[in-house]
């Protein structure tokens, strides 16, 4: 799901297991170091709950695209893995999906329950990407087509909990606080950033490049506290930085606390904004739930290096 090829490191110190991925270094270039996508805590086997499906309740049939049409809406046109859905039931703040996929494997599945349950929230549609899950719990192999029931958590905002059946209704797993906060929130409209762009229509595409690119290139590198020379431009901007340990010399030592920019960060913002402005026509990259991007961390969560 990326351009260019990527090393993937996957690292388990009982009980954490972590996934890292980094660029390979061209050339004469430093070792960037790893990016921790995903750290998890394996416990001893549990049980899933409930064991069955609740009862349909006030769901009411709706068009089975409708999943896939609402992702598409957002700028997630495809998912991670092949799966598709027969029937579709809904209420407000809740989904039930009837999903084939692949038997014997868990990766269609968990793929479809978690693009299934971004949807179970109300409203316009907007881009939602998962940065949190409390607790997985499988058990068994599952079959080809499940049931995937996931409904808003009506205690934590942005939450969702999903349960995956099999066609009879008995549980074979659960995902509990599956936290989807709004990526890219809508700018007001006031602060429309596609105003400005009109003043650079009659340029040709090397002299937008000439006039826009060092002023945000420095502007990138400051938040990244970089000189902006250093600032590689083919590299992803997550493998560079002070905040992700030291680039030239490998990861840190396992045990380093890392932290990443808030989502609300004013300075992060500001060279956001900058780029939407110097970029007529750009149309955002979206990552599709599920499928294995790195998404935005919660503020005040931490990652532990590897």
């Not at 957002?74 to 038997?103: K, M």
Request: proline share 13%; aromatic share 2%.
């Amino acid at each position: 799901m990326t351009a260019e090829r990527r090393e993937i490191q996957v690292v388990h110190e009982p009980p954490a297991v972590r996934l890292a991925a980094r660029t390979p270094a061209a050339p004469g270039e430093p070792e960037p170091a790893w990016l921790v996508h995903a750290a998890a805590d394996v416990s001893a086997a549990r049980q899933v709950k409930p064991d069955v499906l609740p009862d349909a309740g006030d769901l009411r049939p709706l068009d089975p695209g409708y999943v896939h049409q609402r992702l598409a809406s957002v700028g997630v046109p495809s998912t991670g893995f092949d799966w598709t859905i027969g029937t579709l039931l809904g209420a407000e703040g809740a989904l039930r999906a009837t999903v084939h996929g692949e038997r014997g494997s868990w990766s269609a599945a968990l793929d479809a329950a978690m693009s299934v349950a971004p949807c179970v929230f109300p409203g316009e549609p907007v881009l939602r990407m998962v940065v949190r899950i409390d607790e997985v719990v499988l058990t068994g192999t599952p079959p080809a087509t499940v049931i995937i029931d996931a409904a808003m958590d009506p205690e934590a905002e942005d939450t969702v909990r999903a349960l995956i059946a099999d066609v009879d209704g008995r549980v074979l797993g659960h995902l509990t606080g599956l936290r989807y906060p709004v990526i890219d929130a809508p700018a007001p409209a006031e602060d429309d950033p596609r105003g400005p762009a009109e003043s650079f229509t009659g340029l040709s595409p090397e002299e937008l490049r000439e006039r826009v690119q060092p002023e945000v290139r420095a502007e990138i590198a400051a938040v990244m506290r970089l000189d902006p020379d250093d600032l590689a431009l083919r590299r992803p901007l997550v493998e560079q930085g002070a905040g992700l340990g030291d680039d030239r010399h490998g990861p840190p030592p396992p045990g380093t606390a890392l932290r990443l920019p808030p989502p609300g960060d004013p300075a992060v913002a500001a060279a956001h904004h900058h780029r939407d402005r110097h970029s007529p026509g750009r149309t955002p990259h979206r990552s599709p739930p599920g499928a294995g991007g790195p998404g935005r961390p919660d503020p005040d969560r931490r990652l532990i290096a590897g």
